[in-house]
Antibody, heavy 117, light 108 residues
Framework: EVQLVESGGASVQPGGSLRLSCSAS????????MNWVRQAPGKGLEWIAY????????SYADSVKGRVTISRDKVDDFLFLQMNNLGVEDTAVYFC???????????WGQGTLVTVS | SYVLTQSPSLSVAPGETARITCGGN??????VHWYQQKAGQAPLLVVN???DRPSGIPERFSGSNSGNTATLIISGVEAGDEADYYC???????????FGGGTKVTVL
């Protein structure tokens, strides 16, 4: 069974930093590209970051570019999101999602809450 | 950047058919995916590649895509289908994901 479990969400002050983690199991993690998607309270889904299966290609939404870094650990099957200079607009639930071969997001974690205030 | 437009809400009676639309410039040339998100839960992929159903998704869920509009169709709506629904495409030019604003489906 595919499982994605996020952790690392917390309440931080503006200007602070956080590192989110996503533990993957039940599938060949190293064969899949991965994404981070966030959802502000009461709002819709927003894609924010992508990393290829090898880690050689990354991309970011303009809203977070320059402030976040996506990375992956191929040995222990983890996905990370380093977030710096956080603002109140970054308050959201952050989901990790696997990148399907149809360019969909086929599996999702339950999310981790980041509150900036 | 590419923009996807969804109506904010839709109400449907049980047993009826819900049609949730997603508008985008020449969206018919793109592969569209649909997600269901119930309150307090993670999104769930219900239709991918315009009209395919992932394993475990009921046949009541189907999709179409042509011209400037993609549509998620829920036949025989049930109370359990009450949720927010999002369309999504992948913009290969910018290597980025794009979501529509979501449609809240209320079952009367």
């Amino acid at each position: 069974e595919v499982q994605l479990v996020e952790s690392g969400g917390a309440s931080v002050q503006p200007g602070g930093s956080l590192r989110l983690s996503c533990s993957a199991s039940g599938f060949s993690f190293n064969r899949y590209a991965m994404n981070w998607v966030r959802q502000a309270p009461g709002k819709g889904l927003e894609w924010i970051a992508y990393i290829s299966s090898t880690g050689s290609t990354v991309s970011y939404a303009d809203s977070v570019k320059g402030r976040v870094t996506i990375s992956r650990d191929k040995v222990d099957d983890f996905l990370f999101l380093q977030m710096n200079n956080l603002g109140v607009e970054d308050t959201a639930v952050y989901f990790c999602a696997s990148h399907g071969f149809n360019y969909d997001f086929d599996y999702w974690g339950q999310g981790t809450l980041v509150t900036v205030s | 950047s590419y923009v996807l437009t969804q109506s904010p809400s839709l109400s449907v009676a049980p047993g009826e058919t819900a049609r949730i639309t997603c508008g985008g410039n020449n969206i018919g040339r793109r592969s569209v995916h649909w997600y269901q998100q119930k309150a307090g839960q993670a999104p769930l992929l219900v239709v991918n590649d315009d009209s395919d159903r992932p394993s475990g998704i009921p046949e009541r869920f189907s999709g179409s895509n042509s011209g400037n509009t993609a549509t998620l169709i829920i036949s025989g709506v049930e109370a359990g289908d009450e949720a927010d629904y999002y369309c999504q495409v992948w913009d290969s030019g910018t290597n980025s994901g794009v979501f529509g604003g979501g449609t809240k489906v209320t079952v009367l």
